[in-house]
């Protein structure tokens, strides 16, 4: 089955750190981009930043660089979102989604994976 | 940096046309898709490529671009259609995504 699956939920305290993953499979997974895309409670679909597995080769949305770390290990087809320091504002759910052959939408997604950061 | 405007919400009745609207300057020139996005699911895609519909997705809904705005339009509009919708782009390697419309079916 082509899939990408989620990590589970995270409960952590501000400062600390977590990294949470997106694995693949059913399809050639290390020659697609995977993205990570934010969802705030209440709020809109934000774009974080997508990564190419086979070389790394990642890009930003900016307003994610330096608060966030994206990478991959494509020997188990896993792409990974780390923080170092979480904050409260870090609050989420996250997804990853594969960028289609044709680079025109993202049309496999994982199920979510929910961060919450609380003191 | 590019920037998709979508209304933050648009109401229908059951049966009747819903059209949600997605602005950006030139919007034309990129390909536009549509997520559907209920709560505690992942987005799906139901336009992409500007009209294309996925296998699966039904047939009332369809999307068209043209200048600077991208339509979905929903026709005879069933209850399970009450969700959230988004627009998106691609600027350079950056998705970029509209800030999403709820549509209320009622």
């Known amino acids: 089955e082509v899939q990408l699956v989620q990590s589970g939920a995270e409960v952590k305290k501000p400062g600390e750190s977590v990294k949470i993953s997106c694995k693949g499979s059913?399809?050639?997974?290390?020659?697609?981009?995977i993205g990570w895309v934010r969802h705030m409670p209440g709020k809109g679909l934000e774009w974080m930043g997508i990564i190419y597995p086979d070389d790394s080769d990642t890009r930003y949305n900016p307003s994610f660089q330096g608060q966030v770390a994206i990478s991959a290990d494509k020997s188990i087809n896993t792409v990974y979102l780390q923080w170092r320091s979480l904050k409260a504002a870090d609050t989420a759910m996250f997804f990853c989604a594969r960028r289609d052959a044709s680079g025109s939408y993202l049309d496999l997604w994982g199920q979510g994976t929910l961060v919450t950061v609380s003191s | 940096s590019y920037e998709l405007t979508q209304p933050p919400s648009v109401s229908v009745s059951p049966g009747q046309t819903a059209s949600i609207t997605c602005s950006g300057d030139?919007?034309?020139?990129?390909?536009a898709c549509w997520y559907q996005k209920k709560p505690g699911q992942p987005p799906v895609v139901v336009i992409y490529?500007?009209?294309k519909r996925p296998s699966g997705i039904p047939e009332r809904f369809s999307g068209s671009n043209s200048g600077n705005t991208a339509t979905l339009t929903i026709s005879g509009t069933q209850a399970m259609d009450e969700a959230d919708y988004f627009c998106?782009?691609?600027?350079?390697?950056?998705?970029?995504f509209g800030g999403g419309t709820k549509l209320t079916v009622l």
């Open positions: 998106q782009a691609w600027d350079s390697s950056s998705a970029v």
């Open positions: 490529q500007d009209k």
């Open positions: 059913g399809y050639s997974f290390t020659t697609t981009w």
């Open positions: 030139n919007l034309e020139k990129k390909y």
